[in-house]
């Protein structure tokens, strides 16, 4: 059983939930941007919630079924796909999701997984430190394993889209945040901050009135983890996504409820994000 790819849209990759527990090996997590979405997916054809799907950047994804196939899509929702309701793909027929109305990053699960050779314990491909299958390409033929579970039997998971406008989401203070004090941690918390179109799986980039530091000097590179908010020279925040670096050495203001990560990582170029104070 297969996929094969007929056009990848921006990013298409193979995504599980990575590789916990390997920071100190200097190996970085990876995995799906939004958890949420990826694990619904998986449920919704009856996967195991780390089993491999196609993480989708702004639609453009078309796949054609080489064997009868139940897929489903989940996070943002595409033209040209059913959304949240598992589907049976035919042999030989096609799927093509267009460009989602709300949100960025899509989820497609085909019963059994995408079943690419694990790289370090995980399917999933790290695009900063170049771990993992290669991105997805045109002409590529992706296996699909075996089913282990039992198809759920649920037709539509109905679930609310990602948002189009501002999105407000908790933030907790981080091991730096005295390097910016109240008036830093006022200004973090009192603006909305844009995503700007640097932003990647990596993390977001955020614009705003930059933040500024009461104390300056070097700081040794710390242990990072998602969800954090890294305050390079500029002043403006870096959320730091799946793809994060594994240590750094910008102070970190606060970290993101981790639930709300996957919030953030549906955002688009052009969204504001306000970050509460918890």
């Not at 998986?42 to 196609?54: E, F, I």
């Not at 993480?55 to 054609?64: D, K, P, W």
């Not at 999701?97 to 899509?106: E, F, K, N, Y």
Request: charged share 15%; hydrophobic share 40%; proline share 10%.
């Amino acid at each position: 059983m297969s996929l094969t790819v007929l056009a990848t849209g921006p990013l298409t990759t193979v995504q599980d939930l990575g590789r916990p527990g390997q920071a100190a090996l200097g190996i970085g997590r990876s995995g799906v941007c939004d958890r949420a979405s990826a694990g619904l997916a998986n449920r919704l054809v009856g996967n195991p919630t780390d089993a491999a799907v196609l993480e989708v950047t702004f639609g453009g994804l078309a796949v054609r079924a080489e064997a009868d196939l139940l897929v489903v899509t989940t996070g943002a929702r595409c033209p040209g796909a059913p959304h949240a309701a598992p589907t049976v793909l035919r042999r030989g027929q096609e799927l093509r999701l267009g460009p989602p109305a709300s949100g960025l990053r899509s989820y497609l699960a085909v019963r059994g997984g995408i079943d690419v050779p694990p790289v370090l314990g995980s399917r999933a491909t790290d695009l900063l430190a170049g771990l993992g299958p290669a991105v997805v390409a045109t002409g590529d033929v992706l296996p699909v394993g075996t089913p282990v579970d039992p198809a759920p039997g649920v037709d539509l998971a109905p679930v609310p889209e990602p948002a189009t406008g501002e999105v407000a989401v908790a933030v907790l203070p981080g091991p730096r945040a005295d390097w910016f004090g109240d008036p830093g941690w006022a200004a973090l918390t009192g603006q909305a901050w844009t995503v700007t179109s640097e932003s990647n799986r990596v993390g977001l980039r955020l614009d705003g009135a930059p933040l500024e530091r009461l104390r300056t000097g070097e700081l040794p590179s710390e242990g990072m983890v998602r969800g954090a908010l890294q305050v390079p020279p500029s002043g403006l925040p870096v959320l730091f996504l799946a793809d994060h670096p594994v240590t750094g050495g910008y102070p970190v203001i606060g970290y993101v409820s981790d639930a709300d990560v996957d919030t953030c990582a549906q955002l688009r170029p052009g969204q504001t994000l306000r970050l509460r104070a918890r």
